[in-house]
């Protein structure tokens, strides 16, 4: 696709509840990652893959946060017993290469009830 | 780690006026250096990237220039106006696996 493409836009769930997050890359960019912003903070690195190497997962706060990406493109964030603190805008970013800058999807707001 | 520092926090202007945002980062070994803005709600868009072998990017209104060895970078925004108004983010791109943001600059471009 043209853009960076991240569903659902919004989801509201109730604490407790497992979500997932989806990202839909640029069509051969190699890179993705997964970033946080929370109310009034700055933006949380989550999550790094690039291409079929080990993703780097040094910034899941918890291990209810889990990631995959399926054939080097979708990516899908799980977050299991969600808490009210899992609150945020969660972003995805792609890139053709590292250090080839990156495009931003819209990012997913979830709330948690 | 790389920190990563914008000044002023928050900026307003009259509409016509140039205006510059600033961007620190303390660990010079670089791939390049990214604007984002981001509106109320939204993503991020990116406005320029900078390489770590370049000095500068242009686009229309906007300049960014990149000093790498003092670890600084400028956003220089010619002409404000209000569509202007939004957050400005600068990334950093270094040495691990991910990129530093800055805590952003919050821009309002008055009529």
């Known amino acids: 696709g043209a853009g960076v493409s991240q569903s659902p836009s919004n989801k509201v769930t109730e604490k407790g509840k497992d979500v997932e997050l989806r990202c839909d890359p640029i069509?051969?960019?190699?890179?993705l990652y997964w970033y946080r912003q929370s109310l009034g903070q700055g933006l949380e690195f989550l999550i790094y893959?690039?291409?079929?190497?080990?993703?780097?997962k040094s910034g899941l706060p918890s291990d209810r946060f889990s990631a995959e990406r399926t054939g080097g493109s979708v990516s899908t964030l799980t977050i299991q017993r969600t808490q009210q603190e899992d609150s945020a805008v969660y972003l995805c970013?792609?890139?053709?290469?590292?250090?080839?800058?990156?495009?931003f999807g819209s990012g997913t707001r979830l709330t948690v009830v | 780690k790389q920190e990563v520092t914008q000044i002023p926090a928050a900026l307003s202007v009259p509409e016509g006026e140039n205006l510059v945002l600033n961007c620190s980062f303390t660990?010079?070994?670089?791939?390049?250096l990214q604007w984002f803005r981001q509106d109320p709600g939204k993503g991020l868009t990116s406005l320029l990237l900078?390489?770590?072998?370049?000095r500068e990017q242009t686009s229309g209104r906007l300049n960014a220039s990149l000093d790498k060895s003092s670890g600084r970078s400028t956003l220089y925004i010619a002409a404000s106006q209000p569509g202007d108004s939004a957050t400005y983010l600068c990334?950093?791109?270094?040495?691990?696996?991910?990129?530093?943001f800055g805590t952003g600059t919050s821009l309002t471009v008055i009529p």
């Open positions: 970013a792609s890139s053709r290469d590292r250090g080839r800058g990156y495009t």
């Open positions: 069509s051969g960019h190699t890179a």
């Open positions: 893959f690039q291409g079929n190497s080990a993703p780097d």
């Open positions: 660990d010079s070994a670089i791939y390049n």
């Open positions: 900078i390489q770590s072998s370049q």
């Open positions: 990334a950093v791109d270094g040495s691990g696996n991910q990129f530093y």
